[in-house]
Structure formats: structure tokens, C-alpha cells
């Protein structure tokens, strides 16, 4: 899913790119547990398309949550 959401983001589809960010999240949460370096990444993943459709709130929740998953992981 990760993969394939790249590819979306790179043609500069970032709708698609979030929708399949947001699947590949709820696979790692389930998978991985919240307090995981991979689910920080697909936390950031899923920023980077919020901000580039433009939500830069929920980008910035995003960021957040990502940074505060890596600060007690890593």
C-alpha cells in the first residue's frame, strides 16, 4: 500500500496517495502497535499528502503524532 501510494503521490495525485496512506496506517497500527519507528513513518507519509491536498491542519496533527512516536521509540 505504501508503495503504491508513493507512485500516486509522485504523478501528483495526492488524494489517491492519502486514502492509500491512510490504508497502509490502519495496517500498521494493527500490525505494529502505536508506539512503532514504521508507524511514525506511515504517520509521516500520510502528513506529507495532507499538506500537499492542502489540509495543513490535519498535516500538522500528522507531524505531530509522528514526532511524538519517534521521541518515545527511538
Do not use: F, I, M
Not at 494493527?30 to 502528513?47: E, F, I, M, N, W
Amino acid at each position: 500500500l505504501h508503495q503504491l501510494a508513493n507512485v500516486h503521490q509522485s504523478k501528483g495525485d495526492y488524494a489517491a496517495a492519502a486514502r492509500l496512506y491512510e490504508r497502509a496506517l490502519d495496517v500498521a497500527e494493527r500490525a505494529l502497535g502505536t508506539s512503532h519507528p514504521d508507524y511514525a513513518a506511515a504517520l509521516h507519509s500520510l502528513a506529507n499528502a495532507r499538506q500537499a491536498c492542502g489540509d495543513h491542519a490535519a498535516a500538522l496533527q500528522l507531524y505531530q503524532q509522528s514526532l511524538d512516536v519517534k521521541q518515545r521509540t527511538l
